[in-house]
Structures are given as C-alpha cells and as structure tokens.
C-alpha cells in the first residue's frame, strides 16, 4: 500500500491509500462469493455462482462496496499502524477517487495532545492554615442543631427559627419542595443556595409567599448558576421554633462522638480542620489548573469535546432523574432548546473538564505515576463502604454475580482514577510550591527513612489502574 498522510488544523489525518490492484481483487472475489450465498443465482447453489453471474445479477458496484467493506476491516488498523497516526476515534472512509487503482481518502480524528509548557516554573503559595475555635464552636452549635426539638408556631419567622419553604424558579437546580432553612445569626458559606437566603425569610408567617431575586457570583459552584440572575418565588409552609440540647456530656453520649464534651469537642474540632482543608484545596487545585492552562498548548479534535458534552449532559441527566425531571422538561422550565443549552453551557463545562482531564493525564504520564495495590484496596474499600451507608445493598445488584463482578470492576477503575488524580495533583502542588522531587527521589526518599527496603519489589499493578480520560477526575 502507499499512503499518503495530510494533518489538517482541526487534528484530524487526512489518509490517501492506493492499494494493489491484486489486493482488491482478492477482496471483490470474497464479496462475490459473500453476496451470493445470501442471494439465489438460478442453476447454482448458495456462494458457488462464477464471479461472472454475480456481477451479471447484482451488479459490479455491490460488490466493490462489499469488498471496500472487507479490506478496510482486514486492513484499517495496519493502515494506521504504517501511516503512524495514533486515533482519537473511528475514522471515517470519506471518498473512493479511483478503482483503477483502487485509491481511498480516510479521515481520522487524531488523540489528544497537550503541551504544559514550562510546568516547573510554575508557583503558586500553598498558604492553609487550621481554622479557628469560633469555626469549631459554630460546628458544635450546628450539632445543637441537628438534635434540637422543634415545634410548630403561628408566628411571623425570626431568628433561630426553622423554615420549611416550597421554592420555585426557572432554574432546577434552584426549585425545591419541602426546604428546610434555619435562620441564623451570622452568614454561612455553606448555605443555600446562596449565603443570607434564610434572613430573607424573618418576618414571614405560614402561607406567606416571598419573591427573592438574586445575582450568582461568578466562582459559584454550579456552573449553570454563574453570574446568572435568578428569581425564586418562595412560599412559607410552617415555622418551627427551635429548643436545643444542654451542651453536656450526656450530649456527647447522645451524638456519639464520645463520653465527655471535651471529647466531642475534639471530634467536631478535627472534621472541621478536614473540611476546611479539603474545601481550600478544591479552589487552590482549581486556581492551580487555571495558571497550567495559561502556559499549556492543547490539540485535540472537535470529536473530543463532543464526547465529553455527552458526559455533561449524562451527569445532569442524572440529576435531574433524582428530581423525577428529564432533560426535555429542563429545558422548557429554563426557556430554552437543547442546542442553545449544548451551546451556552454544555460546552464551556465539557472543554473545562476535558482540558483538566488532559493537564492530569499528562502529568501521570510524565512522572510515571502508578497505583499500588495498598491505595487501590483502600480507596475501593472506602467507595463501597461510602455506597453501603447510602443504601446500596451488593446482594441485590441485577445480574447476580456477574453483575456484582461488573460493579466491583467498575468500582475499582474510578477508585484507581481518584488515587491517580490525587498523586498527580500532589505533584502539581509540589512543583508549585517548589518542593518537587522526581518520582525517583521521592522513593529513594521512602527507602532511607525506611519506609520502602531496598531492592523490594512493589506489588503489581491491579488492572483496574490504567488513567482514563473521564470527567470529574483524571478526566
């Protein structure tokens, strides 16, 4: 075969492939006996007409197609294989120039690619620090909360008060039947749908209907919402006053975080250094991918992107199917057709992802990054148990065994992703904060702090522990 190969601005190959006449051939004959073992042919059994009487009876472009057929299934990859272009996905066989010779014009979405730039002179502080006691004592007084008695007033709302209120808005994501919000004294950035929601409540009385319009920040955390303004007709069902608990031991007792409050204390006092951490290292990892991208060069065909679009839309499929909504009636509530929404919101997420998933990938790839058989069995463990305690019972997955083969598989692979992801941000953090070390380093580290012995092999790899490209982790 000769091939000639094009690489066109959108990431795609253009292949031109003469094939030998002789090549073909022995395809078209192949064709001619396939056709006419599904066809009759008057006076010969099924597959044994000459090629003569298959042409005469179906013609001789049904074959060529038949063979064209046949050739590239036998030959597609070995084209690739010698053209060396590596595929992002199916080509496509986009014209037939000649038969004479046979000369056929492919094209191929190419994989992604992407230049980080000078990845090691990025910097960016790392700057956490522990919260405060008063984070730790409004922790313990929303646990007050959490246990506090209640009981139904008919009464204008004040603080400190529950509300149980209906929302309804344009956007789904804001529309909510039967919400409960406490009135605080102080802002909560944790509230929703969006800090001081609850106080515009105080003064309203069971019945009472509010409409609240609000402007969404530009950092908030659906993307669907930001820097979008929003109306909510808000309607008060009832208002609940609120007795809370004496803060003693028999509290801690009840809770159960310990005999004493000063060993509740403690627990509360360490979820709430967890959570902080963890909430300042999404926008520090955030902010960190956003300076990559700055210096990075990214190839990728429009194909990929696409793929990734129908992630997005999956995802808030999904979501929307936990609020007995589908997507058709999403898009009537918010005014819109389904290629607007692709267009407007759909896209700016998906290249996002993507982009992010490509800026990890690498980074596995580059350092060589791998999951070991300890992190994978504790991140499946802590996925199924995390499962479990959201209801899901393993004895009663459809498909019996196989099924529950097929889920543990399942598990695995985005429990390897989770592991990769972090150790790739890890790294990123590293260079950032100029603290890299080559993975190398880093285990010659391990062994002389005794961590790894010398010369100890590392337990293999489960299989489950390839990078995948997939949104929301290392994609």
Do not use: C
Not at 16 to 45: C, M, N, Q, T, Y
Not at 328 to 349: C, M, Q, S
Not at 399 to 405: P, V
């Amino acid at each position: 075969m000769k091939i000639e190969k094009t690489i066109e601005e959108n990431h795609e190959a253009k292949l031109v492939v003469e094939v030998e006449p002789e090549k073909l051939d022995a395809f078209k004959r192949r064709a001619a006996r396939k056709i006419s073992e599904r066809g009759k042919i008057a006076g010969f059994r099924p597959g044994k007409a000459p090629y003569h009487m298959v042409v005469q009876n179906y013609g001789e472009q049904a074959i060529v197609e038949q063979a064209i057929d046949f050739f590239i299934d036998a030959e597609y990859s070995n084209i690739l294989k010698e053209a060396d272009v590596n595929p992002g996905a199916t080509g496509s066989l986009e014209s037939i120039e000649s038969l004479d010779p046979p000369k056929l014009h492919f094209r191929v979405p190419l994989a992604p690619e992407v230049d980080l730039g000078d990845v090691q002179a990025l910097r960016l502080p790392y700057e956490w620090s522990a919260p405060d006691q008063s984070e730790v004592d409004k922790a313990v007084e929303d646990l007050r909360q959490m246990y506090a008695s209640t009981a139904n007033v008919e009464r204008e709302s004040q603080v400190g008060d529950y509300v149980l209120v209906d929302v309804k808005s344009e956007f789904t994501e804001l529309t909510r039947t039967g919400f409960a919000a406490f009135i605080r004294k102080d802002e909560r950035d944790t509230e929703w749908p969006y800090n001081g929601f609850a106080n515009e409540l105080v003064g309203l009385k069971p019945g009472d209907t509010k409409t609240i319009k609000h402007t969404f920040a530009e950092d908030h955390e659906l993307d669907v919402l930001k820097r979008k303004e929003a109306e909510m007709e808000v309607t008060v069902k009832t208002v609940r006053a609120v007795t809370l608990p004496e803060l003693d031991d028999e509290f801690a007792k009840m809770v159960g975080a310990g005999e004493t409050i000063d060993a509740l204390r403690e627990a509360v006092a360490k979820d709430v250094e967890n959570r902080s951490k963890s909430d300042y290292d999404d926008k520090y990892f955030v902010d960190l991918i956003e300076k990559i991208k700055e210096g990075a060069t990214f190839k990728y065909h429009q194909h990929s992107l696409e793929h990734e679009g129908e992630h997005v839309l999956d995802d808030l499929s999904q979501r929307l199917s936990q609020q007995n909504m589908d997507l058709d009636t999403y898009f009537k509530l918010r005014n819109t057709t389904r290629e607007e929404f692709i267009e407007t919101e759909v896209k700016p997420v998906a290249k996002k992802r993507f982009e992010r998933s490509l800026i990890l990938d690498e980074v596995v790839r580059t350092e060589k990054l791998e999951v070991d058989n300890a992190a994978l069995d504790a991140e499946f463990n802590q996925t199924l148990s995390t499962l479990q305690m959201q209801g899901m019972d393993l004895n009663k997955v459809r498909g019996g065994k196989k099924g529950q083969q097929q889920l543990a598989q399942a598990i695995a692979m985005e429990s390897a992703n989770r592991v990769l992801t972090r150790r790739a941000l890890d790294v990123l953090k590293s260079i950032a904060t100029g603290e890299y070390k080559t993975t190398e380093q880093a285990k010659a580290d391990m062994v002389s702090e005794g961590g790894i012995a010398e010369g100890e092999e590392q337990a293999p790899e489960a299989e489950a522990a390839n990078p995948e490209s997939e949104t929301g982790e290392a994609s």
